[in-house]
């Protein structure tokens, strides 16, 4: 299995996101441009300029033509995918830490840091299909408590799950703004929760922290399903949507790493969704590796590092014909 390496990005970077159809691939990083490539052959088409922070997520409509970025510049933007162009510009107090499209795409979860004596937030926007008629409104707004890394749309966006510096997943009413489930330190994380993904079919929840493990949930219950513990804490996890599998990435910080990166852990390490067992790892990155995602046909993945680099992944034979 051949990597495409690209070197898209000039700092480290943070986030990958596919569209539906795993066509594109879009990229985001310390360097304040997202990017988007040909998921194929890892060309690239554009970048989308106008952030004057870093970039920490992304998310993509289900038609592909609208894009929605999260910034340290304290805006969460909408872009036109195919021109570029931006579209508009939620303003915030804050550091924007996630952004996600609700199913519809009529509504967007965006989740922003605390500052000074700001607490993180949680706010829902209405997103308007003619962006002459947007505008920057919360439908919801409301402080979770702690920091919040990430927040993410559960069922028929009826809630929403958050996971941040606590080590702590909450499951939020979207009407009553009130939590309906908490993690406890007994199932729950350690320490920080890095990142959060569901699976294709929205069932399962993919939880990743920095205390070297990462949880599979029953997104509606909420039960704890299995534990993935990894030899280095844990930045990014994606889940397959064609086999049981669960891919995690991350790796010791790379200040503290000598000579040999393999003493850094920066591999993206696959492992059985049911047996919790480690069945293989890709080398290749030379630091921690911060973004992964599969392509919707689950022929291929992607990773994005500390080191700057995008490597995307195609599967070979052998793959598709493991026993696990």
Known sequence: MRPI????????????????????????????????????????????????????????????????????????????????????????????KSVEFGVGDKLAVIATDSFRDMSSAIHVKHIARDPSEQCGDSVIEFSPGGRINRAVWGPLNRTIISGGEQGVVRVWDVETKKVIYESDKDTGHQ???????????????????????????????????????????????????????????????????TNDPRAGKFEAKFYSKVLEEEIGSVKGHFGPINALAFNPDGKSFASGGEDGYLRLHHFDHDYFNMAI
């Open 5 to 96: 390496l690209i070197k898209g990005h000039e700092r480290p970077l943070t986030y990958l996101k596919y569209n539906k159809e795993g066509d594109l691939l879009f990229s985001c990083a310390l360097d304040r441009n997202p990017a988007v490539w040909y998921a194929d052959k890892g060309e690239l088409l554009g970048t989308y300029r106008g952030h004057i922070g870093s970039v920490w997520g992304c998310d993509v409509s289900r038609d592909s033509k609208l894009l929605i970025t999260a910034s340290a510049d304290q805006t969460a933007k909408v872009w036109d995918v195919q021109t570029g162009s931006e579209l508009f510009t939620f303003e915030f107090k804050s550091t924007v």
């Open 191 to 257: 320490k920080a929760i890095t990142s959060l993904a569901k699976s294709r079919d929205g069932s399962h929840l993919l939880t990743a922290s920095i205390d070297k493990s990462a949880k599979l949930w029953d997104i509606r219950s909420m039960k704890l399903l299995r534990t993935y513990k990894a030899e280095a804490p844990v930045n990014a996890v994606a889940l397959s949507p064609l086999l049981d599998h669960v891919v995690l990435g991350g790796g010791q910080d790379a200040s503290t790493v």
